[in-house]
């Protein structure tokens, strides 16, 4: 018997020490998140096809003249999550055909993008040394044509191909759509992209311009919290 109360008696006082009226709560209230701002900075570099309508002269190059473009890109990224974000694109380009001009071309292009664009992280490909993302940008595009004689030496048509390259030389608006992949390793980016565009000249025989660019790009990355 005297053992039996040991027993109980222990179990009381071991119950009495576990049910605590005062129990603290172990709960921590998260903090709000804040927001998280970016700006990529690229340079990029690639290969652009256009095909303009409403000009005379298709069989001097000025319908058709793929060859290299260049631009400068900078993109503002924000917003509180981590795995999709939005910001703003602003971009300037440049080409002129084939070898850029030097053997003649039927436009110089100055172009420039204003987008918004959404950015996604893809967490399956990244890592803790990388971030692999997928960006999607809907904008605006224009910019200056400036008309040459097309490519390719001129025969008994020079009359007519200088007096269109003196007429045709026109600003542009329209649309633009991109989809670029980028891989940023710390600060470090690199990425390639697709850019689809739609000028509509202004005042000008070139009345529509359809640009195809794709693009190698590197650069740098920079974040930080509001």
Known sequence: MAALAAVVLGSGALGGSVARADTLALG???????????????????????????????????DRAPGPVTDLQARLIFGRDRYVRHGLLLRGAYTAGRGFGRQGYGFRFGIADLGYSMRALLPCMSSAARQVFLTGTLGLSGGWADAGTGRGPMGIDENERRLAADELDHAALG????????????????????????????????????LAQAMLRVGGAFDWRD
């Open 28 to 62: 921590i209230e998260p903090d709000e998140p804040s927001t998280l701002t970016g700006l990529e900075l690229s340079l990029g570099l690639g290969v652009l096809g256009q095909s303009t309508s409403g000009t005379p002269l298709d069989d001097h190059g000025y």
């Open 175 to 210: 649309w633009l759509f991109g989809v670029e992949g980028s891989v940023h390793f710390g600060r470090f980016l690199v990425g390639a992209s697709l850019d689809l565009r739609q000028h509509f000249g202004i005042d000008t025989e070139a009345d529509r311009t359809f």
